[in-house]
């Protein structure tokens, strides 16, 4: 697919797309083939009829107009990702002559693109930068994880209790009739973990090596859905009971679990990690600010469609958080006493301010005219690839760089990227200071309405 794009007045472009006849002859396969699954022509099955037979029966216009109605929208799709253009109203598409079989075939698209912003110049910005200490005891903390970690278990003889580590072999029962999948042999658990679904770990308690009791309880909302919240009778036996012993915290801790010889240096490699995490957050969180006055010093009127356009995005994510936590939106929203237009209304002023950041970013990276050659744009893609723990970093590499729609598409991310390390540059940091409190009626507001009303998030505390 070749495009080329052309201003118009105002915030008008006209898109010129040549699409291969290849893509041309995919097109006219498709179509023939979604018409004959409908046809009813004598002599043949649906879905049967030689394309011969279809094109001489339905005739070239009815196929050209089926080929489009499948292809036009994905075409004129494809050809924005490789301009990099974001339309805010719908195409006027315009063509000179149909697509014929084996042959190119070239259409326009003019369109209203999202408008410039104006930013001032020369740019000058400030945004608070946090300055965010090691928390107290933090260090400490690290190490006696590490030093639970190293742990040994020992045998104890006598009865379970809080803190001792129980072997246990278990198997569940509603109605008299086992559970699937809800057995284990040889199952560790340290008792007072919580890791036990409500009265397990109170039946283990007490309980000697060789002892085997039943204990019941309700099954949670994330079993089945035939048996959540339906009562289960677990039998358990106990096997065996261990105790944690620790190590002592000294150097020789130091070389077991770590390349340091001294626990000096362990706790002073412990202290570097969690200042470069902090340090990680800082700039983070500093950046996001630096954006959002970025924005604020944009002079331009975001068009109605790109809001829209994130707020669906945002609700589309909202959905499918609540989706992972094992809870539909129309669950939470009758739990919470809110109604989607609520929802809309408390992630708008998000979807506006991420909107008109974008066009402020971009007028930014216009402003700058930066390049970004082949070799730095290999190395951010091999990079990316790297950090996300590709087996093949360089093959993958290779794969994404194929497309062009893609390469247009992190070229412009790097150029954005640059534009606002740019931005960091020159703002101004001053100190953070704390927001005041304000009421909060969206998604995030009290969730323990969902608790009271008989709801419960897997994940949340029981």
């Given amino acids: 697919m070749q495009t080329s794009l052309e201003r118009l007045d105002g915030d008008r472009v006209r898109l010129r797309v040549e699409v291969s006849a290849h893509d041309i002859d995919h097109a006219f396969e498709h179509a023939i083939r979604d018409l004959g699954k409908n046809a009813k022509i004598p002599g043949f099955r649906p879905g049967k009829v030689p394309a011969t037979v279809l094109r001489a029966r339905l005739g070239a216009e009815a196929i050209v107009a089926e080929a489009l109605d499948g292809h036009l929208s994905s075409w004129y799709g494809r050809a924005l990702d490789l301009e990099r253009i974001e339309p805010v109203a719908r195409p006027e598409i ?92 040889d199952y560790l658990v340290e008792l007072g973990s919580g890791r036990l679904l409500d009265g397990l770990e109170d039946a283990i308690v007490g309980m000697r090596a060789g002892e085997t009791r039943e204990a019941t309880t309700v099954l949670p909302a994330e079993a089945d859905r035939k048996l959540a919240g339906r009562e289960a009778v677990f039998t358990i036996t106990l096997k065996e009971l261990k105790r944690r012993v620790l190590p002592e915290l000294d150097d020789a801790f130091a070389q077991e679990v770590s390349e340091f010889d001294t626990l000096a240096a362990l706790r002073s490699d412990v202290t570097d990690q969690l200042r470069s995490r902090a340090d990680e957050a800082i700039e983070g969180e500093y950046r996001a600010a630096v954006l959002a006055a970025l924005g604020e010093a944009a ?164």
Avoid at 117 to 140: F, K, M, N, S, V
Avoid at 418 to 430: I, R, S
Wanted: glycine share 6%; proline share 7%; net charge negative.
């Fill in 94 to 185: 315009d063509y000179s002559d149909p697509p014929e079989a084996g042959q190119p075939w070239a259409f326009t698209a003019e369109v209203t693109v999202a408008p410039t912003a104006t930013l001032p110049d020369p740019l000058t910005l400030e945004a608070q930068r946090r300055e965010l200490p090691i928390p107290a005891g933090a260090i400490d903390e690290r190490l006696e994880r590490m030093r639970d970690l190293a742990g040994q278990l020992e045998p104890v003889d006598g009865a379970a209790e809080t803190g001792l580590v129980a072997l246990i072999d278990f198997q569940a029962t509603v109605g008299g009739k086992r559970i699937k999948g809800a057995s284990a042999t």
């Fill in 299 to 462: 002079t331009v009127e975001v068009p109605p469609m790109m809001v829209e356009r994130r707020l669906k995005e945002r609700l589309e994510g909202v959905a499918r958080g609540f989706a992972r936590r094992g809870v539909r939106l129309e669950q939470y929203l009758a739990a919470s006493g809110q109604t989607i237009e609520d929802i809309v209304l408390s992630l708008r002023p998000d979807a506006e301010a991420s909107a008109r950041q974008e066009l402020a970013l971009k007028a930014l990276s216009e402003r700058l005219a930066g390049t970004i050659d082949e070799a730095e744009l290999e190395a951010f893609v091999l990079q990316q690839a790297t950090d996300e723990g590709e087996k093949d970093p360089a093959s993958t590499t290779r794969k994404v760089l194929e497309s062009p729609a893609a390469r247009e598409s992190l070229r412009e991310e790097l150029l954005l990227k640059k534009a606002l390390d740019h931005a960091v540059e020159v703002c101004q940091p001053v100190p953070f200071t704390e927001a005041p409190e304000v009421e909060d009626t969206g998604v995030a507001a009290d969730e323990t309405a969902a608790a009271e009303s008989g709801i419960w998030l897997p994940g949340d505390p029981r």
